[in-house]
């Protein structure tokens, strides 16, 4: 409450100075779907040096398309020029742009009727392009003709599906139609772009709405670089009130993995897809593993262990993908018993929780003897690759409960260890 009250003394503000001011874009349409309120925007009438003028604390962060953000009682709010655009030479920017006097003019230039609304500091509504009412028809539906507004902006096709799928939206047969026809000018769309309206439809609302509207489209197939997501592989995601839904899950990094199983794509062909779609190292990680982790588990089913071995491969698989990821899909394999069936996982749901309370050590920092009591083991107590990999076993025999995380036993188990290596050597 306390930033639209700042944001509304901007309003009065630049009103007493004699410009026209308004709220516009994402706070316009959040606040008639009685939404939480993130962040507002304001168009005026005044240039950028006008504004400047008027309020002490602002920040010029982008003068060349009119827009300074403005400091009020704490909070900064982008206060931009009424404008006009040019012809748009590379389907993302306009070659120019032109300040107006008239907030209509400034509304028509933008994407769909739900964000080219205003608002007057008192909430009056000024709707030219009927945004109201396709919020009321729940209709997602582009300003002017469609296909011209994604031949200006191509990134747009990408913002429909999402704003559909957030906002519970049907998306109007012209609109539609124009994406459709206008796909293949996603190859002029930056991957990070991509990627980043992938995050907001994967974590959003409604994920299930964005991969069917995806997968009808084809949009991911004219990207810049290939982005082999089998869609159709993955269709029980977004089937209506299927098990396997992955609006039901609250972990983005785990809705994604759940994607991807799905889909068929595995380890080292989704690492580089996602590196490709510019998703950081730590983020791929986290993604690959939950998927590894699964297929992991899902193996053993026809190995037919006993509860013993099955605890001790469970616990060496946990050590090896760490205690968040084991979490992650033990919580999975609790809230959605559907989604991962079979003796191994029933197994899991009621055991998998007390078998990682048990392991005694999740890293080397956790053992009770370091790097440098084994090289004193070693012949001549020469340094080598043999000591990690030595600290790896004995770290996975700690953590399987084969070995106590005692200082004394371990060295025996790596004397043990470090003989056998001599006796192979001497043999060979």
Same mark, same amino acid.
């Given at each position: ?31 008639? #779907? ?14 950028? =040096? ?12 982008? #003068? ?6 403005? %400091? ?12 006009? @655009? =040019? ?47 396709? #919020? ?24 429909? %599906? ?15 139609? =124009? ?19 992938? @995050?907001?439809?994967?974590? +959003? ?23 082999? %997501? ?10 209506? @009130? ?44 986290? %993604? ?27 616990? @060496? ?45 999740? +890293? ?18 020469? =340094?080598?690759?043999?000591?990690? #990999? ?39």
């Amino acid at each position: 409450m306390q930033m639209i009250e700042a944001a509304r003394e901007v309003l009065r503000q630049l009103s007493l100075k004699g410009f026209q001011a308004y709220f516009v874009g994402g706070f316009v349409r959040d606040r008639l #779907l009685g939404r939480n309120i993130k962040d507002i925007d304001i168009a005026t009438s005044a240039t950028p =040096a006008e504004v400047m003028s008027v309020f002490p604390k602002f920040v010029p962060t982008g #003068l060349q398309h009119g827009t300074v953000t403005v %400091i009020q009682d704490g909070h900064p709010f982008e206060v931009t020029t009424y404008r006009s @655009e =040019a012809e748009y030479t590379d389907y993302r920017r306009p070659s120019s742009v032109s300040f107006v006097q008239d907030v209509t003019e400034d509304l028509k230039r933008r994407d769909f009727t739900i964000n080219a609304m205003a608002m007057t500091s008192d909430f009056e509504l000024v709707d030219p392009f009927g945004g109201q009412a396709d #919020l009321r028809d729940k209709l997602l539906r582009c300003v002017g003709d469609p296909g011209e507004r994604f031949r200006e902006d191509a990134l747009r096709m990408l913002r429909c %599906i999402r704003f559909s799928a957030e906002y519970g939206l049907r998306v109007h047969t012209d609109t539609w139609k =124009a994406l459709r026809d206008q796909a293949s000018l996603l190859q002029h769309i930056a991957l990070e772009r991509v990627r980043a309206e992938l @995050e907001r439809m994967i974590g +959003g609302a409604k994920p299930s709405q964005a991969l069917r509207l995806l997968y009808e489209s084809n949009l991911l197939h004219f990207a810049k670089k290939p982005v082999a %997501i089998p869609l159709s592989r993955a269709e029980k995601l977004f089937a209506e @009130e299927s098990a396997y839904s992955i609006d039901r899950m609250d972990d983005p990094l785990l809705r994604w993995a759940w994607l991807f199983v799905h889909s068929g794509v595995r380890t080292e062909q989704l690492r580089s897809l996602l590196l490709r779609l510019t998703f950081s190292k730590a983020v791929t990680k986290s %993604i690959v593993e939950r998927v590894d982790l699964i297929d992991t588990v899902d193996s053993w089913e026809d190995q037919q262990l006993t509860a013993a071995q099955l605890s001790e491969r469970f616990k @060496e698989t946990s050590l090896r993908f760490g205690l968040e990821t084991t979490e992650a899909i033990l919580k999975l394999a609790f809230t959605y018993e559907a989604c991962l069936t079979g003796k191994v996982w029933e197994q899991l749901r009621i055991q998998g929780q007390s078998w990682i309370a048990e392991i005694p050590v999740w +890293g080397l920092k956790d053992l009770d003897i370091k790097g440098n009591d084994l090289q004193e083991l070693l012949p001549n107590k020469q =340094a080598g690759p043999f000591i990690g #990999l030595l600290l790896d076993r004995l770290l996975a025999d700690t953590a399987a409960g084969r070995v106590p995380n005692e200082r004394d036993t371990l060295l025996e188990r790596a004397r043990d260890a470090v003989e056998q290596l001599v006796e192979r050597g001497t043999q060979g």
